[in-house]
């Protein structure tokens, strides 16, 4: 028969057991940078998000992606810290027809963007703009930001892409901005004829 000290130790160490393996687990940081370990040189993140939504009734898939480039010259950021360039590619299609399929560069924004922001800039990213499709529901409407690549850093200029249905495209300053989905396949308007 056990004594009770060796029984009370024993559930003493059953419970610290249970209890360890119930702990919350600690959300792991997003990682949006690379470092090559041979050069030094820090690459952002490549990423590609697809999603569906309905623009004058019908209904569209849309790609967009932010992907490195290593055969392009190394950039040096305000910091000191050398960057590979980024490019950002978007692409719509209604069924099998192909509407929009674009990469875009820094230099493709340079008539916005100040040359010497340019210089130590690249292309961070690209969202679709939820709050414009709200507000007009005729055209797709992205935010593609040329900036600092530097994930401490907020110096950025946020670019508003609008692709009209025809794949003829303007670009300007964004000022409305609202680029998370909740959910993908939440851009369907269920108000329009759109066939889902």
């Known amino acids: 028969m056990k ?3 060796i029984l009370t130790i024993s559930l003493l160490a059953i419970f610290l057991i249970s209890c360890k393996g119930n702990q919350p687990q600690q959300p792991e940081e ?9 050069t030094g ?12 939504i309905t623009i004058g009734g019908k209904l569209y898939d849309y790609t967009y992606s932010l992907e490195h480039v290593d055969s392009m ?7 000191g810290l050398e960057y590979t360039e980024s490019r950002v590619k978007i692409s719509i299609r209604q069924g099998d ?15 916005i963007v100040p040359e010497n922001f340019l210089k130590t800039s690249t292309m961070v990213g690209v969202n679709y703009n939820f709050t414009k499709h709200d507000e007009d529901r005729s055209a797709f409407y992205f935010i593609v930001t040329v900036g600092d690549p530097d994930e401490t850093s907020d110096m950025a200029y946020p670019l508003e892409l609008k692709v009209d249905t025809d794949g003829t495209y303007s670009i ?9 989905s909740l959910n993908p396949g939440l851009n369907i308007d269920p108000s329009t004829d759109a066939s889902v």
């Open 30 to 38: 997003r990682v949006i940078e690379d470092i090559n370990p041979e």
């Open 73 to 79: 010259p190394i950039l040096i950021n305000p910091q």
């Open 97 to 111: 027809t192909t509407i929009f399929d674009k990469i875009f560069y820094k230099s493709n924004f340079q008539d």
């Open 3 to 5: 004594t009770p000290q």
């Open 172 to 180: 300007k300053k964004a000022e409305h901005l609202e680029t998370e």
């Open 41 to 52: 040189v820090i690459s952002l993140r490549d990423y590609t998000f697809s999603d569906t």
